[in-house]
């Protein structure tokens, strides 16, 4: 069930930060912010309430919505995503792996 609670607050918090880009022109998108992050912070509680280390929680949901908004603001808002950026997720997204692997023993 953490999984499960992890990858909703990874959603939510994604989802917050693209509204947050919405509502820099249109601020109707505020309330859809303060939904998305409370929830992204519920989730992530409830994660670590069943038992997962915090290092694990925090670093996959840090990286997987650093990797994420990336991708999808580029999707979404024409942002630039270069080749050096996409190596910089790469390196998060093998950092990560590193700290599930280190955790696990």
Known sequence: MAWV??????????GATLALRMAVEKPRWYPAVAVGYIAAFVLLSLTLA?????????????????ALTACLSRFFF??????????????VIGGVLLIELGAAH
């Open 78 to 91: 024409k942002e630039p995503l270069t080749l050096l950026m996409a190596a910089g997720i790469a390196l």
């Open 50 to 66: 069943e038992g997962m280390a915090l290092g694990v929680a925090y670093g996959i949901w840090v990286a997987a919505g650093v």
């Open 5 to 14: 609670f992890l990858l909703s607050a990874i959603v939510s918090e994604v």
